[in-house]
Nanobody, 124 residues
């Protein structure tokens, strides 16, 4: 079983920046597709960004140009750099990964392993 844990969440003012980290224990992210999802109160869990096994990255339209997903293989970590944060970004952020994805990279059902989540709150 792949174990994931997120860190770096907190309270940030609108326009600020925050960097989330996703760490794995026992296995590396190499060869896996890893993604970030978020879930705001009363809303569905939405896709944020992903880094594919090939190295290709994808972003939702709502975060494109503001967020960056990156992988550090040496440290077995995947990061989500969030800039120009907005109140609409407030949510619990989850790290997810899977060795093989049969469906869409933007679907939560495509990922087998999930972290417990970290709260990100943006004040206005």
């Amino acid at each position: 079983q792949v174990q994931l844990v997120e860190s770096g969440g907190g309270l940030v003012q609108a326009g600020g920046s925050l960097r989330l980290s996703c760490s794995t224990s026992g296995r590396t992210f190499s060869g896996y597709t890893t993604a970030w999802f978020r879930q705001a109160p009363g809303k569905e869990r939405d896709f944020v960004a992903s880094t594919m096994r090939s190295g290709t990255t994808y972003y939702s339209d709502s975060v494109k140009g503001r967020f960056t997903i990156a992988r550090d293989s040496a440290k077995n970590q995947v990061y989500l750099q969030m800039n120009s944060l907005k109140p609409e970004d407030t949510a619990v952020y989850y790290c997810a990964t899977s060795l093989a994805i049969g469906g869409s990279y933007s679907s939560s059902r495509s990922y087998a392993y999930w972290g417990p989540g970290t709260q990100v709150t943006i004040s206005s």
